[in-house]
Antibody
Framework: QLQLQESGSGLVKPSQTLSLTCAVS??????????WSWIRQPPGKGLEWIGY???????YYNPSLKSRVTISVDRSKNQFSLKLSSVTAADTAVYYC??????????WGQGTLVTVSS | QSALTQPASVSGSPGQSITISCTGT?????????VSWYQQHPGKAPKLMIY???KRPSGVSNRFSGSKSGNTASLTISGLQAEDEADYYC??????????FGTGTKVTVL
C-alpha cells in the first residue's frame, strides 16, 4: 500500500522560504505514468493545486504561484520536495502531498500545517 | 485560472439522493473528461471518490456516481448515509498540465 508522509518546518517567518518534503513508501517514485503533487488548504478554506513533478524531473506549476514555487525530486531517497519563497500570512495552510495520474489524486499524505508568522 | 464553482452546501435526509454541481469553463471541465471528486471529513486528507468523470476507484461505494454535461460536472450520492456528511471538492484538468479545484460543498445529512 502506497503511503506518503509530509515533513518540514511548521512555522516560517514572513518573506522566508517554506520547505517541505514528502517521503513515499510502499512504491517507487520512479513508477511510470504518475506525477507527484503538492496541494494546500488554508484553514477553513478550499483546496488549491500547487504543482507536480514527474520522475523525470519535469515540473508544472499553478500559474498563480509559479514565480515562487520549486518542486524537486530525489529518486535515491524516494521523496520529493516543495519550496515556496517570499511567504506571507496568506500562505498559511495545511500542505498535502499526493500521487497524481490522469488528472486525479489517488494517494494523499496526512497533511502538515505550516504557519507563516513572525 | 479560476476555481470551479460549487454550491456552498447541499443537504438531504438519509436514504435520499443528492447532486453536487461543479461548473467550470470550456477551458477546463468542458474540454476534458478529467474531472475528479474528493470527499473530505474534518481534519482528514481528501479521499478520491470519482476520476475521469465517472469512474470509481476500488473500494468506493457504488452509491457515488459522476457525470458531465457541457461545462458542468456533477456528483450524485444515492441512498444518503450519515457517514456521507463531509466536504466534497471537484477538480478538473485545465490544460497546459495544470489542474483546478472547485470551491467545495458541505454535505449535511439531516
Amino acid at each position: 500500500q502506497l503511503q506518503l508522509q509530509e515533513s518540514g518546518s511548521g512555522l516560517v517567518k514572513p518573506s522566508q522560504t517554506l520547505s517541505l518534503t514528502c517521503a513515499v513508501s510502499g512504491g517507487s517514485i520512479s513508477s511510470g505514468g504518475y506525477s507527484w503533487s503538492w496541494i494546500r488548504q488554508p484553514p477553513g478554506k478550499g483546496l488549491e493545486w500547487i504543482g507536480y513533478i514527474y520522475h523525470s524531473g519535469s515540473t508544472y506549476y499553478n500559474p498563480s504561484l509559479k514565480s515562487r514555487v520549486t518542486i524537486s525530486v530525489d529518486r535515491s531517497k524516494n521523496q520529493f520536495s516543495l519550496k515556496l519563497s517570499s511567504v506571507t500570512a496568506a500562505d498559511t495552510a495545511v500542505y498535502y502531498c499526493a500521487r497524481s495520474g490522469r488528472g486525479a489524486f489517488d494517494y494523499w499524505g496526512q497533511g502538515t500545517l505550516v504557519t507563516v508568522s513572525s | 485560472q479560476s476555481a470551479l464553482t460549487q454550491p456552498a452546501s447541499v443537504s438531504g435526509s438519509p436514504g435520499q439522493s443528492i447532486t453536487i454541481s461543479c461548473t467550470g469553463t470550456s477551458s477546463d471541465v468542458g474540454s476534458y473528461n478529467l474531472v475528479s471528486w474528493y470527499q473530505q471529513h474534518p481534519g482528514k486528507a481528501p479521499k478520491l471518490m470519482i476520476y475521469e468523470g465517472s469512474k470509481r476507484p476500488s473500494g468506493v461505494s457504488n452509491r457515488f456516481s459522476g457525470s458531465k454535461s457541457g461545462n458542468t460536472a456533477s456528483l450524485t450520492i444515492s441512498g444518503l448515509q450519515a457517514e456521507d456528511e463531509a466536504d466534497y471538492y471537484c477538480c478538473s484538468y485545465a490544460g497546459s498540465s495544470t489542474n483546478v479545484f472547485g470551491t467545495g460543498t458541505k454535505v449535511t445529512v439531516l
